[in-house]
């Protein structure tokens, strides 16, 4: 029997997180599904889902070294793998306005009305520190179809805020 275990690691940005990580998990026989790393201001994250006969001790004693030689934050939780059940996104969302509290906030919330399933979510800041421009990019699932976003968001473009909203075409085979 298998066990699947979602593991997070947070800590600064350095080189050879993912290479010191990965090892370990090898080393220990442990195998990774899917995963997300990336790195947000001056921190590197690392999400994966990884199975692992020995349990969560044992997967927290052979990372323990490597998290506290990277000075890293570990958690580790049971979960069902779950693999080859990925849902494929069929909506994006561009959206640009002056940086100020509460976009994500106000954006995430009408499109959930109009029954959109996120997916995938990333954001940043750019223009400069006088001008600050937030840019957010949303995949996901238009459950009440594309449309249905589009009007919902629509008002938020009253703001000061543009947003695009684009089907995703899919070809699969």
């Known amino acids: ?17 993912v290479a010191r ?20 201001g001056e921190y590197f994250t690392v999400m994966m889902m990884v199975r692992s006969d020995a349990g969560d001790d044992a997967l927290c004693s052979v990372l323990q070294p490597v998290v506290d030689a990277l000075g890293l934050v570990l958690h580790i939780h049971a979960i069902d793998g779950g693999l080859h059940h990925r849902p494929i996104p069929d909506v994006c969302i561009l959206v640009h306005g002056g940086d100020r509290a509460g976009i994500v906030s106000q954006v995430t919330s009408k499109a ?15 223009g400069t520190e ?44």
């Open 1 to 17: 029997m298998s066990n699947w275990y979602m593991l997070t690691l947070v800590g600064k940005d350095q080189p050879g997180i």
């Open 112 to 126: 959930a009305q109009a029954g959109l399933n996120i997916l995938d979510l990333e954001s940043d800041v750019g």
């Open 21 to 40: 990580v990965t090892t370990a998990l090898f080393e220990a026989g442990s195998n990774l599904g899917e995963t997300s790393m990336i790195r947000l």
């Open 130 to 173: 006088s001008e600050p421009i937030y840019i957010l990019q949303i995949e996901g699932m238009a459950t009440q179809g594309v449309e249905s976003v589009e009007k919902a968001l629509a008002p938020l473009q009253a703001d000061g805020v543009k947003i695009d909203v684009r089907p995703i075409d899919t070809l699969i085979g």
